[in-house]
């Protein structure tokens, strides 16, 4: 029944998706006004597929009990910025453009983008505090687009996957599915411009499974949508200061690959975390998954997870029925 849900999710998310991103095209392509709304799509078609199902849309993960997780993709984000900044230097393919950010030793000039706490002259650690503050909020007023992704893919999809192929393997396979989401798009010339077909065929769904190994796991440990959703926003956010703040003096496709190895590098601590106490991951995921009763849990799961409550009935109900065939015996 979950196989056919997953079905029909897909069905639903992929045809409308492309038929929006048809019509995307024939009004402007990625500059297209109506771009933003094609992130609210996978969402949408989760919702469809809960409420004709016993699933309840309300046990996606809607609190934010584990708030302090809204920090680390922040912090990650800005680690890989300044990872590919310092590669692009030290090996000559690229440098800071001083577009955005200015650094003049110990101090920072920010003539461009809008921070919360200032745009004037600061310290260095001060800048830090500064950006990461504006980061946050804008991040959190991202996912009006956000969520839609992310409740269809991570709130929905994703525990799935993981239903139909594992954990690890389900993780990578919902990866590959959302990358090729992207294909119509990325065709159109959407963040690889100059080279479409490799950009839409290898290097978008190769991105999207490091990306959504973070995602999954934030999504794993949080129990809350709204981490992955501003998380998400959060990465767009600063990649974009990336791309708009290096001058690429090599192959700018450089760019590109540097910035998905160091993803791929956060994805594979990712799932050594969570593989770390892998029987215990069933804990880990959001309320409709971690079930109390054994009916729920699908026969796909990996062999590992213990079913200690199984085996204890199973004892129970033979120690029972040896215990009436010896009072019978005894009448």
Known sequence: MNNNNLKRFLWITFVASYAWQLIIFFTGGVNSFLFPLLMWIPGLSAIIVLMSTSHKLRKIGWGLRRWWYLFPPILISMGVVAAEVFMLQTFNLGDWSNEIFIFRGYMVDIPKIPLILGNHTQRIDFFTVNFVLSILLQSVLGCVVTLGEELGWRGYAQKEFIRKYGLNKGLIVL?????????????????????????????????????????????????????????????????????????????????????????????????????????????????????????????????????????????????????????????
Request: hydrophobic share 50%.
């Open 175 to 331: 990866g590959v599915v959302w990358g090729y989401w992207h294909l119509p798009i990325i065709l159109m010339g959407y963040n690889f411009p100059h080279h479409r077909i490799l950009g839409a065929l290898v290097l978008m769904p190769l991105g999207t499974i490091f990306l959504g190994i973070f995602l999954g796991w934030l999504y794993l440990r949080s129990k809350s949508i709204w981490v992955p959703a501003s998380a998400h926003a959060a990465m767009n956010l600063t990649a974009m200061v990336l791309f708009n703040g290096v001058t690429m003096s090599g192959y700018g496709l450089f760019q590109q690959i540097i910035w998905i190895g160091l993803w791929g590098i956060v994805a594979t601590f990712c799932l050594i975390s969570i593989n770390w106490k892998r029987p215990e991951f069933r804990m880990l995921l959001p309320q409709d998954t971690s079930s109390r009763s054994l009916n729920n849990l699908p026969a796909s799961l990996p062999a590992d997870i213990p079913l200690m409550r199984h085996i204890e009935h199973r004892n129970l109900s033979e120690a029972s029925l040896l215990k009436t065939r010896d009072h019978g015996c005894r009448r």
